[in-house]
């Protein structure tokens, strides 16, 4: 794929964050839907966690961009959280995932 100079300047900048960026054709939208309802009904997701984190994506074009071709899809780095639980006089610590930290 060749990058032109804003899309090199975008891609550029999302680095200096230590985000990462692709630019894919709009077809995978539809495929990133069906792969997380299609993982939700396997019992993949906790019902929970898809309610509050996925099933409100919408994954139609806006009327404002009906000849969209591509989609621009940003990964932004988020860190483990530590917690420390104690049971019995006993500390123990636990990493946890950082989207079960609000």
Known sequence: MVMRPMTEQLFS????????????????????????????????????????????????LPDSLPEARSLIVVAVPRPQSQ?????NGE???LIIPPTYVA
């Open 13 to 60: 900048q999302l680095e200096e964050r230590g985000y990462q960026g692709r630019i894919v054709p709009i077809q995978h939208l539809r495929d990133l839907q069906e792969e997380i309802i299609g993982r939700y009904r396997q019992g993949l997701f906790d019902k929970e966690f898809y309610q509050e984190r996925l099933a409100w994506f919408d994954f139609r």
């Open 83 to 87: 917690i420390v639980l104690t049971l």
């Open 91 to 93: 500390s123990r610590p």
